[in-house]
T-cell receptor, first 114, second 111 residues
Framework: DGGITQSPKYLFRKEGQNVTLSCEQN?????MYWYRQDPGQGLRLIYY???????QKGDIAEGYSVSREKKESFPLTVTSAQKNPTAFYLC?????????????FGQGTRLTVV | GENVEQHPSTLSVQEGDSAVIKCTYS??????FPWYKQELGKRPQLIID?????GEKKDQRIAVTLNKTAKHFSLHITETQPEDSAVYFC??????????FGTGTRLKVLA
């Protein structure tokens, strides 16, 4: 069954701890993305990657880090430097090249920092 | 920087009426414009999209229009039904494969 999978669905962490959110896709997509969604707000881009071993900062990258060692995987680490990490995190992937196609989303991870 | 503005933020319509959501983008290099529907606690899912070489596209009760000169695109839903109630996001994708999303419109269809 092809798709994009995020885990876990819910995550609780204590303030000051780093936490890593998993995102895996088997769609053979080159591009992957991380978005943050706060209640009643839109999707804000944290990081994106167009190809393995390369990634760029989005609009709100401070306090976050990523890696892209494999095409299928794009984990996001929320560090203790992120001042307000409680949010709903969405991972997405898409094709690149000349074809303009949709971004497919994972089911999201709801992170709560207490 | 790149920006997508979306209006209105909330929209209530009577069942059977039409709903229109409007977006404006800033990056003239944007060439692909998808619309997503997100139900509470779920992932956003594509409902319709349009490419920069097309002015209008329709799929049953849903249509999207694009005005490249004005950098505007709009979502039109006709004969709305209660199950259309959700949050709708527009997006613009640039040549760098970056999707920039609008802030969302919460649509309520009143029975």
């Amino acid at each position: 069954d092809g798709g994009i999978t995020q885990s876990p669905k819910y995550l609780f962490r204590k303030e000051g701890q780093n936490v890593t959110l998993s995102c895996e896709q088997n769609l053979n997509h080159d591009a992957m993305y991380w978005y943050r969604q706060d209640p009643g707000q839109g999707l804000r881009l944290i990081y994106y990657s167009q190809i393995v071993n390369d990634f760029q900062k989005g609009d709100i990258a401070e306090g976050y880090s990523v890696s892209r060692e494999k095409k299928e995987s794009f984990p996001l680490t929320v560090t203790s430097a992120q001042k307000n990490p409680t949010a709903f995190y969405l991972c997405a992937s898409s094709k690149t090249g000349t074809a303009n196609t949709e971004a497919f989303f994972g089911q999201g991870t709801r992170l709560t920092v207490v | 920087g790149e920006n997508v503005e979306q209006h209105p933020s909330t929209l209530s319509v009577q069942e059977g009426d039409s709903a229109v959501i409007k977006c404006t983008y800033s990056d003239s290099a944007s060439n692909y414009f998808p619309w997503y529907k997100q139900e509470l606690g779920k992932r956003p899912q594509l409902i319709i999209d349009i490419r920069s070489n097309v002015g209008e596209k329709k799929d049953q009760r849903i249509a999207v229009t694009l005005n490249k000169t004005a950098k505007h695109f709009s979502l039109h839903i006709t004969e709305t039904q209660p199950e259309d109630s959700a949050v709708y996001f527009c997006a613009a994708r640039s040549g760098t494969y970056k999707y920039i999303f609008g802030t969302g419109t919460r649509l309520k269809v009143l029975a």
